[in-house]
T-cell receptor
Framework: EMQVLESGGGLVQPGGSLRLSCEAS????????MAWVRQTPGKGLEWVSA????????HYADSVRGRFIISRDESKKTLHLQLNSLRVDDTAVYYC??????????WGRGTLVNVTS | DIQLTQSPSSLSASVGDTVTIACRAS??????LAWYQQKPGEAPYLLIY???ALPRGVPSRFSGRGFGTEFTLTISSLQPEDSATYYC??????????FGQGTRLEIK
């Protein structure tokens, strides 16, 4: 069964950094587009970043471009999201998502990032 | 960016009822629309893709219709476990997916 599992969230001060990880099982990570989506009570579900299958082409929402970095370690079957220069409005549950055919067909359980002073 | 507007924002229904949730896109998304179910404390779960296709394992009481800018999700023979928030999503301009604001369904 295809599954993804996030880790790495936590409490961090504004301006700080965190590295989220997403372990994939049941499928080959490089064979699929992968994405990060975040969710807050106020703004709902928001696409954050994506990495293309078979290549290292990366994409970012305007709100995180220049601060977040998505990467993939195929040998470890792990997707990462490096969060830098964190702001209070980055506080959210971050989901790792496997991208299917014009849909998101596998979601992790999410990891909470709480940016607060 | 393409905006998705769902209606209603919340609704309440009884076991056995049929409910319909609407999703309107600000631009033509063809049939590239998906629906997700999210229960409290859980991740969203893919219910419908390509406007009307059911992934394996999704009960047939869930159905989707629409094309272009107008879409609906219908749940028939409501069950207690259908209590959740439902979201529509478009992914026509990968990677920039957008979601509707959600519709909360309460089972009385």
């Amino acid at each position: 069964e295809m599954q993804v599992l996030e880790s790495g969230g936590g409490l961090v001060q504004p301006g700080g950094s965190l590295r989220l990880s997403c372990e994939a099982s049941g499928f080959t990570l490089i064979s699929y587009h992968m994405a990060w989506v975040r969710q807050t009570p106020g703004k709902g579900l928001e696409w954050v970043s994506a990495i293309d299958k078979g290549a290292d082409t990366t994409h970012y929402a305007d709100s995180v471009r220049g601060r977040f970095i998505i990467s993939r370690d195929e040998s470890k079957k792990t997707l990462h999201l490096q969060l830098n220069s964190l702001r209070v409005d980055d506080t959210a549950v971050y989901y790792c998502v496997k991208v299917g055919n014009f849909n998101y067909d596998r979601w992790g359980r999410g990891t909470l990032v709480n940016v607060t002073s | 960016d393409i905006q998705l507007t769902q209606s209603p924002s919340s609704l309440s229904a009884s076991v056995g009822d049929t409910v319909t949730i609407a999703c309107r896109a600000s631009q033509d998304v063809s049939s590239y629309l998906a629906w997700y179910q999210q229960k409290p404390g859980e991740a969203p779960y893919l219910l419908i893709y390509a406007a009307s296709a059911l992934p394996r394992g999704v009960p047939s009481r869930f159905s989707g219709r629409g094309f272009g800018t107008e879409f609906t999700l219908t749940i028939s023979s409501l069950q207690p476990e259908d209590s959740a928030t439902y979201y529509c999503q478009q992914l026509t301009n990968y990677p920039r997916a957008t979601f509707g604001q959600g519709t909360r369904l309460e089972i009385k």
